[in-house]
């Protein structure tokens, strides 16, 4: 019934930008905090950013702190990752998730996850 659709993913040089968009369906409530984590090839999934449901509290990894932006349209149900300055590191697959974890950048705090984007970052 709870249905989290991402875009955006694709193919860009390095230094490029991409924006990814995560849709929601089925949630009773408004009120979730959303995540976006990713796994590259041989690693392990990790935290990227989150945002709460009123965008009063933001989170991100060290590593994107400075290049990625989270933000959130609640009346379109979507949350969004703008990505800059892309590096090759960046290459992943990229999935969105909510739900109202006390730690944020963990996933064990995180209700429903969607599929999941491609994205890859050429040199």
């Known amino acids: 019934q709870v249905q989290l659709v991402e875009s955006g993913g694709g193919l860009v040089q390095a230094g490029g930008s991409l924006r990814l968009s995560c849709v929601a369906s089925g949630l009773a409530r408004s009120e979730y905090t959303m995540g976006w984590f990713r796994q590259a090839p041989g690693k392990e999934r990790e935290f990227v950013a989150a945002?709460?449901?009123?965008?009063?509290?933001?989170y991100y990894a060290d590593s994107v702190k400075s290049r990625f932006t989270i933000s959130r349209d609640n009346a379109k149900n979507t949350v969004y990752l703008q990505m800059n300055s892309l590096k090759p590191e960046d290459t992943a697959v990229y999935s969105c998730a909510a739900g109202g974890p006390l730690r944020p950048q963990l996933v064990r705090g995180y209700n429903y996850w969607g599929q999941g984007t491609q994205v890859t970052v050429s040199s």
């Open positions: 945002i709460t449901w009123n965008a009063a509290n933001i």
